[in-house]
């Protein structure tokens, strides 16, 4: 199984502040990764797949990078509405596996 | 729009049974692989199965190898997870999602509780 690890689990930040998540797997998972937002009450959100492709609907202040096994997720300039839990996951193998999530509070 | 409704959660006790239901809308479901993902109260998501658009090629989580069975029925758009032999780990909101590389639309969920 490919283990998710994400950093920081919790992250401070300010509105307007560009912030930086990270997300390593276990082995390589080449570019099959993907991102998602999760609010309170809420299911999950795709926002990014293949790793930097932007799903259908999401601002362009998110974007991702990395391939093999560090990725990233920016978001240029936060929002009032990003305070959130955001996952990754794989898709290169079975199972699909997740990251424990970071969670971006203010 | 595209929807995903999931339905037949509940409380059962240790070693019941629950068959959830996902009735899908406002796309072609027959042409997508579908997922159920779970998420325990206040912990992470953890996807437990999946199935091909023809049901032809199906995998399961570890956790839930043999007691649960997924399926669906594109003459309905809906998509089942039959839950057996329920344990207390198995409590969590379950999501049936549409996979398109990733999940790409999720359902509300559905609460599934597993206590005495």
């Known amino acids: 199984e490919i283990v998710m690890t994400q950093s920081p689990a919790t992250l401070s930040v300010s509105p307007g502040e560009r912030t930086t998540l990270s997300c390593r797997a276990s082995?390589?998972?080449?570019?099959?990764l993907a991102w998602y937002q999760q609010k309170p009450g809420q299911a999950p959100r795709l926002l990014i797949y293949g790793a930097s492709t932007r799903a259908t609907g999401i601002p362009a202040r998110f974007s991702g990078s990395g391939s093999g096994t560090e990725f990233t997720l920016t978001i240029s300039s936060l929002q009032s509405e990003d305070f959130a839990v955001y996952y990754c996951?794989?898709?290169?193998?079975?199972?699909?596996?997740f990251g424990q999530g970071t969670k971006v509070e203010i | 729009q595209v929807q995903l409704v999931e339905s037949g959660g509940g409380l059962v006790k240790p070693g019941g049974s629950l068959r959830l239901s996902c009735a899908v809308s406002?796309?072609?479901?027959?042409?997508?692989?579908m997922s159920w993902i779970r998420q325990a109260p206040g912990k992470g998501l953890e996807w437990v199965s999946h199935?091909?658009?023809?049901?032809?090629?199906?995998y399961y989580a570890d956790s839930v190898k043999g007691r649960f069975t997924i399926s669906r029925d594109n003459a309905k758009n809906s998509l089942y997870l039959q839950m057996n032999s329920l344990r207390a780990e198995d409590t969590a909101v379950y999501f049936c999602?549409?996979?398109?590389?990733?999940?790409?639309?999720w359902g509300q969920g559905t609460m599934v509780t597993v206590s005495s």
């Open positions: 082995q390589s998972v080449s570019t099959n």
């Open positions: 199935i091909s658009s023809a049901a032809s090629t199906i």
């Open positions: 996951q794989q898709y290169n193998n079975w199972p699909r596996t």
């Open positions: 406002g796309f072609t479901f027959s042409d997508y692989f």
């Open positions: 999602a549409r996979v398109y590389y990733a999940f790409d639309v």
